[in-house]
């Protein structure tokens, strides 16, 4: 016989986040790409900008965070008088660490002229020397309300960046960064997939490469691919190139749709790490709690409400 502690199964482990849930006067978000068994327990499923606008409004006294690091630095900077945790420590995001406040600041000093545009997937520090913050869902309006011709930095995608300067016909000085999931899928990958699936839609995300994007039907964030999939007639079908998490959501909203992967190598690791025992000792532990510096944290909102009051003049939902 041995003596160790057995482990919790599923069942026992949600029963326990239930529970500290209520006694922690938690709420628990997490992004369309955990797994499935995560999605399932959140009180809400989105992206970024969803997930950030909830942040600032919840009553929760906790805001548990199921996704990456910058994700959980966004709603600690929108809501200071609240604890922020997320599950896991390690959980970063590589196209984040493209820039550097560093790396930036020497940019605008060759740049001088330009406004800076900032992808919401960056840390901090990033934030606090950025004009206005965007995500996937809003980056082409938010560069095309930058009037007149003046440059635009766009910090760190480069691949959303061009999408975005070919949207818009803006000046666009793109950033040498990429998330390395997207930017994995090749146009290869779709014409196999096509072959595999000649009835169904592509839907791609603008992080995916230019000459890959060139083979979509249907370009968005998301909840742009959520909201675009739900448009559609029933029986319909779709390769989603997008990180794996998002076929979770469209296959549970669109049960009379099938959704394929565009490639079995669409995996973020970081977002993947994030397991029900994590959730659980997150809660029970109060780990690990995110935290911003003041200084930091008033310049990076500055750019983030920016970005969220633009958003809302516009009527931009995601749902
Ligand atoms: O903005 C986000 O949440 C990301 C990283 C992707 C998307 O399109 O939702």
Redesign the pocket.
């Known amino acids: 016989m041995n003596d160790l502690p057995k482990d919790l199964t599923s069942q026992e482990l949600l029963q326990q986040i239930g529970r500290l849930k209520k006694e922690r006067e938690a709420v628990i978000l997490a992004?369309?790409?955990q797994p499935p068994e995560i999605q399932d327990l959140a009180d809400f499923t989105?992206?970024?900008?969803?997930?950030s606008m909830i942040a600032a409004k919840t009553p929760a006294k906790v805001i548990v965070f199921c996704?990456v690091q910058f994700?959980g630095e966004t709603a600690a900077i929108l809501s200071p008088d609240k604890t922020v945790l997320l599950p896991v420590l390690e959980a970063g995001?590589t196209?984040a660490d493209y820039a550097t406040a560093e790396q930036l600041r020497e940019a605008k000093k060759k740049y001088p002229n330009a406004i800076v545009v900032t992808?919401?997937?960056s840390s901090a520090e990033v934030k606090a020397e950025t004009d206005i913050c965007c995500?996937?869902?809003n980056a082409i309006q938010i560069v095309e309300s930058i009037e007149g011709n003046r440059p635009i930095l766009f910090v760190s995608d480069y691949n959303l960046g061009h999408y975005a300067a070919k949207k818009t016909g803006k000046n666009i000085i793109l950033w040498n960064g990429c998330?390395p999931t997207h930017a994995l899928l090749s146009p290869f990958a779709i014409a196999k997939a096509k072959k595999k699936w000649p009835e169904a839609q592509v839907i791609m995300?603008?992080?995916c490469k230019p000459e890959t994007l060139e083979l979509a039907d249907f370009v968005?964030?998301?909840?742009?691919?959520l909201k675009y999939a739900k448009s559609q007639p029933a029986g319909a079908s779709f390769i989603v190139g997008?990180?794996v998490g998002?076929l979770h959501r469209l296959q549970k909203e669109n049960p009379d749709k099938t959704f394929h992967p565009a490639s079995d190598y669409l995996i973020c690791p970081m977002m993947k790490m994030t397991t029900l025992k994590n959730v659980k000792d997150s809660l029970e532990k109060m780990q690990y709690v995110v935290k911003v510096p003041a200084e930091i944290r008033l310049k990076a909102k500055a750019a983030v409400d920016a970005m969220l009051q633009y958003t809302a003049s516009l009527k931009i939902t995601t749902k």
């Open positions: 992004h369309n790409y989105g992206d970024s900008l969803e997930l996704g994700m995001c196209l992808y919401v997937n995500t996937s869902a998330c995300h603008p992080e968005g964030s998301t909840s742009g691919m997008t990180e998002l």
